[in-house]
């Protein structure tokens, strides 16, 4: 699996780095006596000092002076290990480094990641964008204009009329960056007029737009199971390529309502942690795409599993890939993407002119799909210069409750 020997895997470094190129992203950056650097992304929107915290303080130490190649062991170590298992704080820290083992050992070896894990499924990544307007009209003309840049996806979200801020909608005219302040923002909510809009939207974008793009959808988790349903299949005429976050997950049987009531097909999973998160979606066909990412439910190694698990019942991946992910993450999601048997689609938001400069990246954008590179390891790498320009800013997600006051899932 790896090249050199013992000696020259051994981790001599590794360090966190902090920076906020736009956004805050954590960066754990490993290196072995032969001098082959491994990158992980160990982000977690606005909790990112949380995990460098956990990283710096409880991970590095255990680093120092193990074989970079015994990746499986190095896994099993930081989350076996640990006894209080799980959670998104540990599971990002154990990503983190899972990811740079596998840029170092890919390295070693001089291969691209993807050709580590088993060689290539497919020759680029299916995408979708995100388009957004502060009404039907706006929103119509952001999926055109996607349609025009190639894409063949595209997410669309759409201002509910008469709330202040929706999720999903830029007010500054920028790409849709939800972490905007230091201290959580807090914004109204109110389903009966969300559930009013979303298929009068998809309505009118099939009239626009035809059957040949695929549309998704995000309902952020907003929803009771019922509710959930009837969204579900009001949507059915218009064909949806995926429902994503129709109700909150924690309890997995919820979704068993959605299914009884809809065929349209369903998504989650960005925020889980672990396969046990899924299980029962998964087991009982309750989902058709698995949301989990790699930066948040332990690294390439854990989703190689959950992945495994999933295409045993006909679930297919679609990672999360919203600008809170760094392009190390995204970078090492394309080889992933190029190789899991049952890819289904990947997010793609695009990251600022800052943020890409900070991580240079050999993946790109062709005709509707991503296309990992052929560098050794995951292609994406950090100017570490240019990164402490950037210093850390304080932001946090934004919180929602009802006109009554209520908190609500945001």
Same mark, same amino acid.
């Given at each position: 699996?790896?090249?050199?020997?013992?000696?020259?895997?051994?981790?001599?470094?590794?360090?966190?780095?902090?920076?906020?190129?736009?956004?805050?992203?954590? #960066?754990?950056?490993?290196?072995?006596?032969?001098?082959?650097?491994?990158? +992980?992304?160990?982000?977690?929107?606005? @909790?990112?000092?949380?995990?460098?915290?956990?990283?710096?303080?409880?991970?590095?130490? $255990?680093?120092?002076?193990?074989?970079?190649?015994?990746?499986?062991?190095?896994?099993?170590?930081?989350?076996?290990?640990?006894?209080?298992?799980?959670?998104?704080? /540990? !599971?990002?820290?154990?990503?983190?480094?899972?990811?740079?083992?596998?840029?170092?050992?890919?390295?070693?070896?001089? !291969?691209?990641?993807? &050709?580590?894990? +088993?060689? @290539?499924?497919?020759?680029?990544?299916?995408?979708?964008?995100?388009? $957004?307007?502060?009404?039907?009209?706006?929103?119509?003309?952001?999926?055109?204009?996607?349609?025009? @840049?190639?894409?063949?996806?595209?997410?669309?979200?759409?201002?509910?009329?008469?709330?202040?801020?929706?999720?999903?909608?830029?007010?500054?005219?920028?790409?849709?960056?939800?972490?905007?302040?230091?201290?959580?923002?807090?914004?109204?909510?109110?389903? *009966?007029?969300?559930?009013?809009?979303?298929?009068?939207?998809?309505?009118?974008?099939?009239?626009?737009?035809?059957?040949?793009?695929?549309?998704?959808?995000?309902?952020?988790?907003?929803?009771?199971?019922?509710?959930?349903?009837?969204?579900?299949?009001?949507?059915?005429?218009?064909?949806?390529?995926?429902?994503?976050?129709?109700?909150?997950?924690?309890?997995? @049987?919820? %979704?068993?309502?959605?299914?009884?009531?809809?065929?349209?097909?369903?998504?989650?999973?960005?925020?889980? $942690?672990?396969?046990?998160?899924?299980?029962?979606?998964?087991?009982?066909?309750?989902?058709?795409?698995?949301? #989990?990412?790699?930066?948040?439910?332990? +690294?390439? #190694?854990?989703?190689?599993?959950?992945?495994?698990?999933?295409?045993?019942?006909?679930?297919? /991946?679609?990672?999360?890939?919203?600008?809170?992910?760094? *392009?190390?993450? !995204? +970078?090492?999601?394309?080889?992933?993407?190029?190789?899991?048997?049952?890819?289904?689609?990947?997010?793609? !938001?695009?990251?600022?002119?800052?943020?890409?400069?900070?991580?240079?990246?050999?993946?790109? %954008?062709?005709?509707?799909?991503? %296309?990992?590179?052929?560098?050794?390891?995951?292609?994406?790498?950090?100017?570490?210069?240019?990164?402490?320009?950037?210093?850390?800013? *304080?932001? &946090?997600?934004?919180?929602?409750?009802?006109?009554?006051?209520?908190?609500?899932?945001?």
């Amino acid at each position: 699996m790896t090249e050199g020997s013992p000696r020259d895997r051994e981790i001599v470094n590794a360090r966190v780095i902090v920076t906020c190129p736009g956004r805050n992203f954590v #960066t754990l950056r490993i290196e072995t006596r032969a001098g082959i650097v491994g990158l +992980g992304d160990a982000t977690l929107n606005g @909790r990112e000092l949380a995990v460098a915290a956990y990283l710096q303080e409880h991970i590095v130490p $255990n680093l120092i002076g193990r074989d970079a190649g015994r990746i499986e062991d190095t896994w099993q170590f930081f989350y076996r290990g640990a006894y209080w298992r799980r959670g998104p704080v /540990t !599971m990002t820290a154990i990503a983190a480094v899972d990811v740079a083992l596998w840029d170092i050992v890919a390295k070693l070896a001089g !291969m691209p990641l993807y &050709q580590m894990l +088993g060689g @290539r499924s497919r020759e680029g990544a299916l995408v979708y964008g995100h388009a $957004n307007g502060r009404d039907i009209a706006e929103t119509s003309d952001e999926v055109r204009r996607h349609i025009e @840049r190639g894409f063949r996806a595209v997410r669309a979200q759409c201002a509910v009329p008469g709330l202040e801020k929706t999720y999903g909608i830029s007010s500054s005219g920028k790409a849709y960056e939800p972490a905007e302040s230091a201290l959580p923002l807090e914004t109204q909510w109110s389903t *009966p007029q969300y559930l009013r809009l979303v298929p009068e939207l998809f309505e009118r974008l099939r009239v626009d737009h035809g059957n040949d793009v695929e549309l998704l959808h995000d309902a952020h988790h907003r929803l009771t199971p019922i509710e959930a349903a009837r969204l579900a299949r009001d949507l059915e005429p218009y064909r949806l390529f995926w429902l994503e976050d129709a109700t909150p997950a924690e309890n997995q @049987r919820a %979704f068993e309502l959605i299914r009884r009531h809809s065929v349209t097909p369903l998504a989650v999973g960005e925020v889980f $942690n672990s396969i046990w998160d899924c299980k029962h979606l998964i087991e009982q066909q309750l989902i058709d795409f698995i949301r #989990t990412t790699i930066v948040h439910a332990g +690294g390439i #190694t854990h989703v190689r599993r959950l992945a495994d698990f999933a295409a045993l019942h006909q679930v297919r /991946t679609g990672f999360h890939g919203a600008t809170d992910l760094s *392009p190390v993450c !995204m +970078g090492a999601a394309l080889h992933f993407d190029a190789w899991v048997p049952n890819f289904g689609i990947q997010e793609w !938001m695009l990251h600022s002119q800052e943020t890409d400069a900070v991580f240079p990246h050999d993946y790109v %954008f062709r005709d509707g799909r991503l %296309f990992c590179g052929e560098s050794p390891g995951h292609g994406v790498t950090i100017d570490e210069k240019l990164a402490a320009k950037f210093p850390y800013v *304080p932001k &946090q997600l934004p919180v929602a409750r009802l006109a009554d006051g209520t908190m609500w899932d945001w």
